[in-house]
């Protein structure tokens, strides 16, 4: 198997891996977590009202927990997803990758290697933890994401070289450009890509210009209210303050993830339409798939945002679009299987 | 190859390259020391509302403020560098269907690599003390440039013929 074909598949696996870890992480930890975070805040004003210094002190510990555990999985979702971008990115550029076909597959391997050491590592910090870690503040799971950090650099730096070769005239190794057929399919992926990532951009410059100072100085004035309500020891006033940074928390979150959604399936859409002619299905399928997943890419972060409004029902419709775009990744890799099956019985 | 999408390719992988090294040096160095602090900062200020020490209370919310908008711009700025390093790259291999005459399309990777390079510099200027105002600037400045430039692609692409 080619270093091309090889990351274009690990590409679109990691992806799958990547959402069916969001959807499972939104569905049955997000809200809990951040319920939980809510009424361990509370109990921390609690034990300010009560002169209960240690109280407090335990209370943020556990509050610091909650938040590496929402943090780890939000991260090793992020990075998982992201390098199967990158996979997919780094097949576009193969044919200008002037390295012998061997050393190619072999950085393509090293390249999968740490986009799976980067987020099982994330993953496990929240676990592990600082057991048997000679560092102060840094555990052996944290070591393990550094370590897959530092892997994609060298793979990375490994492409850089290869193209550095190709540009400074050297051909050995290249390939023919991966073949675009300007059908139907590629079209809508790429126009409905670069959409996706141009409202990104438009979502993303509207809160960073109306929203995000706001919100970092509500999030001040909250801390200093519940700080004012727990030394007047007043329950009533404490909750609502807790209350209300639970929606502020929220309102930053729903915002920064229709902002991130938006652009990553936009890429994904713009990605998935060169590997098109790989997807060895009839085109009626290669509709059906693409149909699906932009429908799934614009539910997502449309009805993220709508939860704000309409709850948890919102939230669902949310999920589902998640799933759509799964479904359809995996229609496509199906495709994508079939078509390395084919060009391997031809070679053999 | 065209000039344009040696640009855009060669430009985002230096971008992603960078972007990682970034990251790399925050995590192993920065991250877990700022995410400490902002604990501390945070228990400090009610632990002092325990010990009836109102004034200490507010200034440790507002260190804890300092601390966060410090995190959320670095952290931004890693993602940012690597996200738009993507873009170009994901454009860079198409770019030639962008129908545009080379120069235009010269001009569009431009605007994509400086801002895409601004964008997130800008971002990070604001965490510098005295550069804040400065910051704000280049990053509005990076942004609109990457947002315009897209703009321009996405009007070639719509002239692309079946």
Known sequence: MSAGRMLIMGGIALIVAGMVFGDIFAVFVLHQNGGRTGETLLAAAQAATDQHAAGVRDAFTRIGDLLEDRGTKVDT??????AGYLALLLALVQPYVALPAQRKKRLAEIFMAGSVMLPVGIFLIHYVGLAYSPFRVIGWASV??????????????GEIWGLWKYFCGERLGTEPELATENTWSERVLLSGGTML????????AWYAGLDLYEHEQGEVRILNELADQAAANSRAGMTQAVNDYGVLAARKAVSIAAHSHLIEFGLLAMLLSFIQPYVFLSETWKRRWVMVLLAGSLILPVFVLFEMHIGLPAGGIADAGGLLIIVALTGMLA???RYTGRADSVIS | MSGARKILIFGGLALAAFGMLYGLHYALFVEHQTLDSMGKSL??????????RQ????????????????????????????????LMIVLGAVFDRVRFSERTRRWL?????VGSILFPFGVLLQTADGSARLGSVLATAGAGLVTIALAGVAVGFARLRS
């Not at chain 1, 393990?144 to 730096?157: E, N, P, Q, S, T």
């Open chain 1, 77 to 82: 979702h992020v990075h998982l997803t992201d």
């Open chain 1, 144 to 157: 393990l994401a550094d370590v897959g950090g530092a892997v994609l650099v060298v793979a990375l730096a």
């Open chain 1, 197 to 204: 990532v141009l409202l990104g951009f438009l979502h993303g």
């Open chain 1, 335 to 337: 495709g994508v299987l």
């Open chain 2, 43 to 52: 228990t400090e200020g009610f632990v002092a509302v325990a010990d009836q």
């Open chain 2, 55 to 86: 004034p200490q209370a507010h200034e440790a919310v507002q260190a804890y403020a300092r601390i966060k908008y410090n995190y959320v711009r670095q952290v931004d700025s890693h993602s940012h560098w690597i996200g738009l390093a993507m």
């Open chain 2, 109 to 113: 990777a431009i605007g994509l690599q």
